[in-house]
């Protein structure tokens, strides 16, 4: 345990000196690269924003209307059937648009119920083995300038359905 303690603690600044020294062994400019690849990383923030803004501001209304219960409300038979809990469909729903307006409803399960309770364990689990599906689409395809998303929302809904089955089958173990 301790080898790994070593390792967290110093892995990040090692990763750093390994690229510096790698560069300047390679007589690259690294000041020079950073500063370029800083700045495309900036444009690039700028170009996605308006996508974030849209997707936060969506989750918002979404989160305050009510909207998110009434679908839980209407999804109530089929989750049932699946065992999964009525609870979580609002958690599950919104981790699909965004993993931060998903942790302000993780914290809310956490406060109702407990975090060593099945549902904190369920909402737990369940958030690292999804992703933010249409967050990543969004922003990452845009970025891209990528139009035709072919299989990718299938299979990404796929994969997060498997994983909330998954989650469901560990936190009941």
Do not use: N, Q
Request: proline content about 3%.
């Amino acid at each position: 345990m301790g080898f790994l303690v070593f390792v967290s603690d110093y892995i990040m600044p090692l990763l750093i000196f390994y690229v510096v020294g790698f560069g300047l062994l390679m007589k690259v400019k690294v000041y020079d690269a950073f500063v370029k690849g800083a700045k495309k990383g900036l444009s690039t923030v700028i170009s996605i924003l308006p996508t974030l803004v849209g997707l936060m501001m969506g989750v918002g209304i979404l989160r305050a209307s009510g909207a998110l219960d009434a679908l839980g409300a209407l999804l109530k038979p089929l989750a049932s059937a699946l065992h999964f809990p009525v609870e979580l469909i609002p958690l599950s729903v919104v981790k699909m648009f965004s993993s931060s307006a998903a942790t302000g409803l993780l914290l809310d399960i956490y406060r109702k119920y407990g975090t060593d309770s099945f549902l904190g364990r369920l909402a737990s689990i369940s958030m690292s083995c999804t992703e933010t599906i249409f967050y990543t689409l969004s922003v990452y395809y845009m970025a891209a300038k990528v139009s035709k998303t072919r299989w990718t929302l299938p299979g990404a809904l796929i994969a997060t359905f498997s994983g909330l089955a998954a989650s469901t089958i560990l936190a009941g173990l």
